[in-house]
């Protein structure tokens, strides 16, 4: 028994170092894009490469913000940042919502037509975004939508309920239907038992959701470069192009603005993250 004991726990050490390895491989290319936006500028090219800045500098954000009074560049950040917000949070509260009703539909529900639909559903998201760029240009420039924060965030929609409802869908067929139907003996009709029954129970799936809605818009390049031509009205992705020219890249400028990128991004995660221990417990019955 305590060879065994001992075996696991070395197992256990040895998953663990691996989990470590493996995150700090994923994070090592965001961790020198925050280095990069605060070293000096005679660091960024420099060889052997400069691992530790040898001066924290804020020249970078000072410039991007026009701050600098020896530079002359100025990047509309705040504009970048008001577009990403807004589609990014209303498509992903929209998707999500949609899709979390659809997939408790599919899962508790029998109708004419379900698996076509549920199918027609999924294959509509298996249409690459370069695909739809010049249909959905020429649709929104007859529509007047060219340039419109509301009209790129119903695209988003669009694009994220397919995953939504899949993902929704598999949620609450996890979950025992003997719950809403024993809370349908206790009076409940169809609405009450899916929102205080298992609504909570889902949330888990509900976060994670959110979490793949919220990142596939906040990253996305290729359909916002066509349907955002202005600066007014672009978002943070296509924005980095800001600092490129024909011969010569700001590399520094580029790594603070995905620095400023990155933070509403961690903060969202972050908070709905939460739900996904809490949603397990709650709505528990009790014995």
């Known amino acids: ?15 663990n170092a691996l989990a470590w390895f493996v995150l700090v491989l994923i994070a090592l290319p965001a961790f020198w ?3 990069t936006a605060f070293r000096p500028n005679v660091e960024i090219n420099s060889w ?11 020249d970078a954000f000072a410039t991007m913000f026009g701050l600098n009074p ?7 950040v705040e504009n970048y940042m008001r577009n990403s917000l807004l589609a990014a949070g209303i498509s992903t509260a929209v998707a999500v919502s949609i899709g979390t009703l659809a997939g408790y539909a599919f899962a508790r529900f029998r109708f004419r ?5 549920f199918l027609g559903i999924m294959l509509s998201r298996a249409i690459p975004g370069v695909a739809l760029s010049l249909p959905l240009f020429i649709l929104f420039n007859q529509m007047r939508l060219v340039n419109n924060i509301f009209g790129l965030a119903a695209v988003y929609i669009a694009m994220n309920i397919p995953f939504s409802t899949w993902l929704m869908d598999g949620f609450f067929r996890q979950i025992p239907q003997d719950l809403s139907e024993a809370a349908y ?11 205080r029954v298992e609504l909570p129970l889902a949330l888990p799936g509900f976060a994670t959701a959110a979490i793949f809605a919220f990142l596939a818009a906040w990253n996305e ?10 600066a007014a009205a672009r ?10 020219e024909q011969f010569t890249f700001d590399w520094r400028g580029m790594a603070a603005m995905s620095a400023i990128m990155m933070v509403p991004a961690v903060i969202f995660v972050i908070l709905v993250q939460r739900n996904l221990v809490s949603g397990m417990t709650f709505g528990a019955t009790k014995g």
């Open 1 to 15: 028994m305590s060879f065994r004991a001992g075996q696991r726990r070395r197992n256990q050490r040895f998953l």
């Open 33 to 35: 894009i925050v280095l």
């Open 48 to 58: 052997p490469p400069v691992w530790v800045p040898q001066e924290i500098t804020l």
């Open 70 to 76: 020896d530079e002359r560049m100025r990047v509309p």
């Open 113 to 117: 037509f379900q698996t076509a639909a």
């Open 185 to 195: 003996i206790d009076g409940c009709g169809y609405w009450s038992a899916f929102w």
């Open 221 to 230: 390049f290729q359909i916002v470069s066509v349907l955002a031509r202005s």
């Open 235 to 244: 978002t943070f992705p296509p924005g980095l192009f800001d600092f490129t």
